[in-house]
């Protein structure tokens, strides 16, 4: 469906770029003997996403004491979107208090949400909020997103992330944990003002020879010749760049000792593939928003700008297909609702590793390693070791052990010839189901994280860590804080039987 037809059949949906503003309606109060006034209706109206600017990038700087990455903003992130817990109306009361809070307190923000949810809490904002047609979410998130924030659990943060699994880079993920479980989640929502105000003044009186990664001071330069305020612009008085200072409140600007840290998931890259080796991700849903009426989209220079392969026909160019999405937590195959056991041919770096005669296949990220893995019996991984586990889903052997292999190994899941015909489904984070049949290959590899000139860090899902409140000098605590505290405090890692004193 077109954005201008979208538009049209939403009517609280207005787009800007197609539509006259209209004065808004004024309500006039009379009383006897007082002099009249009039008070401007409440502006409740969503907006069409496109009027925004395109998206500010972040760097993230290593520092020496810590395996986790500065979140440094080269000006004030401007377009925010914000992904509550759905089917849950407590946590979009929580949503509409945190859009208001930011949106009086950080001038010049720009509130974004997915269309079903706009719909919904519109009514309860003063404000005009932002949105995209279901078909047009996943390019113009990508293309205008600076920074996400996740209010649920863990679901919810897998449903940010698969909003960009068609692209490079993902905007920093600020998660609040109100689901469930919440182990991915890190602050409690009643922290929300320290929460946001960290994010997102992390770094902003940083200048650009604080930048030690060459790569990282050349872009900086960049985006300053670009008018982007990236702080070499700096207040004399008050040595931080002025695009800060209509801040409420704003005193002193973090700088780099109290940037926000940054953990950088890996994700898994998958390519479905027929028996004649021809790439049909096309046939998966793009996003976990997306109808399945909707296609996937084509890529553009920020989707895939390695990847681009243009064909012409006719005197038009058209764009390959994608060659591959992004799985954050694990891809997976199983004989779904078939009595028989699914039979996979298993092959690691092009060998031959073994057949497989299970309910399933996972393989899946560190990230993923205390999901569905876990739940298959899989080994727990850190997400700074850069890997990913091949998970057999109650095999029929007993041999048949959990795999841990180096992150740029390339596996292939090929369904056997003895499956008797039937078509397995393949899922990806749990979305994106298609059928595959004898012949046919799924292809895994973990995703590489490139550090470029022009665009900084490529790759991962930047999650904005608490930082730990050990005063570790060594970094080390501050690494694990939250990750053993999500093991011991969520997961009941190595918990005694009946929760009572092991020695007792």
Known sequence: MSRPLYLARNRHVHSIAT???QPPRMTVFRFPGVRHF???AVRREIRDIAALPDRIVPHYQQTKTSSLLSLIWPQPPRNVLLMPKLHAP??????AEFAKHIHSNYPGLNIV???HVANTIHEHLSFPIYTAAPAEASSFFANKIDLVTTMGGDGTILRAASLFSMHYQVPPILSFSMGTLGFLGEWKFQEYKRAWRECY???????VEDLVGPHTQVAARQAANANLSFDTNKDDSTGQSPAWDAVRGNGQCMGLSRSSKILLRNRLRVGIYDAEGR???EQLLPTS????????PEIDDITYPSALSATSTGGITKKAPIPYLHAINEVSIDRGAHPHLAIIDIYVNNHFLTEAVADGILISTPTGSTAYSLSAGGSIVHPLVKSLLITPISPRSLSFRPLVLPLNTKVVLRLSKRNRGRELPVSIDGKRRVAVSIGMEVRVEGEKLEKTVEHGWRGGVPCVIRSSSKGDTDGIAEDDD???GGLNGLLKFNYPFGGGDPEG
């Open 482 to 484: 939250s990750w053993v």
């Open 201 to 207: 003044m992390s770094g902003c009186s940083v200048s």
């Open 289 to 296: 928003t997306a109808g399945p009426e909707d296609s996937i």
């Open 38 to 40: 009039s008070v401007s």
């Open 279 to 281: 790439n049909i991700n």
């Open 19 to 21: 539509m006259v503003p």
């Open 113 to 115: 949400f997915e269309s």
């Open 90 to 95: 407590h946590v979009i009361v929580s949503a």
